[in-house]
């Protein structure tokens, strides 16, 4: 199992892009009154795609930097695979990554997303184009392919089911708030991600936009420009949830509370400049991939009890929420 962890690098997406992925399956689940029985094999079947998907993008990144990752100590599992143990892992993740696709349903423009996908996959990782090493380039590659492809799939596919309410026309309103919350929200993530590795990215000479601009431009673009612009994003996506989801202003103000005791924001006005630089950075992490999931299950158990089992099955899935949940607790409890 620990081998199949690291051959996929689970480590690396499993809890921070497919727990609030799920957020909007469960989402488009309640909106569109999906059974649970309806639900359980597209839902298992779309899961297994994820996995393929997310694999496979990990799988090219490390093919391409094995030079790369040899020279600056990072763990890279292809590293020591032969070239045939190489193509079959490949295959492996390919059949992952597109079988699925002939069971759900699918059409253009989805087809089109998941050809998006890949092409950005392999030209983030490989010569020429090597968007890796081009430093705000790449950052878009990962926040289109880690962020925003994704989330326009879930949308897409789980239209087709339950009352097949279309998504919404990218030329509206919503959308537009929706991809510039999607779009601050990856671009956050991933400098966030160069920001931790910057020292072994500088000895293996890649270019990232972190390497380039440096730590201290990185940290204030995202305090000053992207924060700003995704908690905007974000309000407006809220007062929408308010008006379709029955009483989410509840859970939102259960968050905001937990936020506050939890940072002890009533002292933030006396914290030193530099710990303010860090003090927000990941607070909104923990609404996408712990809290939203879970309220988004609650109201499908609202709508259908049987939906419990679907929150005992998230659980077992993503055992980190669990865990992230009990050490704020304890945190809290602890704090003198």
Known sequence: MEVIKKFMRISHWWHYK????????????????????????VFV????????????????????????DSLSGKENFIAGMTGKGKAWSAVLLLILSVLPWFYVKTNFFIIVLLILQLTLYITYSFKPMRLKNRHFWGVLADTFYGHIIPALVVLSVFSYYGNQQQMYSLYNIFSAVLMTWLFTKGIRNIILHQIDDRKKDRIAGIQTFVVKFGDVF?????????LPIEFIALTLLLIFACKVFPYFYIYLAAFIVFTIIKFSLWKVFVLPPRQMRFKFLFFLNDFYEDWLPLIMLVYLMSFNYIFFYYLIIHLVLFPKTVINFVNDIELIVTRK
């Open 45 to 68: 079947v779309f899961f297994i795609a994820i996995v393929g998907l997310a694999s496979l993008g990990h799988f090219i990144n490390d093919l391409a930097d094995v030079k790369e």
């Open 218 to 226: 990185s940290l204030n673009f995202i305090n000053r420009l992207i």
């Open 18 to 41: 497919a727990a609030p992925l799920m957020a909007f399956v469960y989402a488009k689940a309640f909106i569109n009154h999906i059974s649970p029985l309806e639900l359980l094999p």
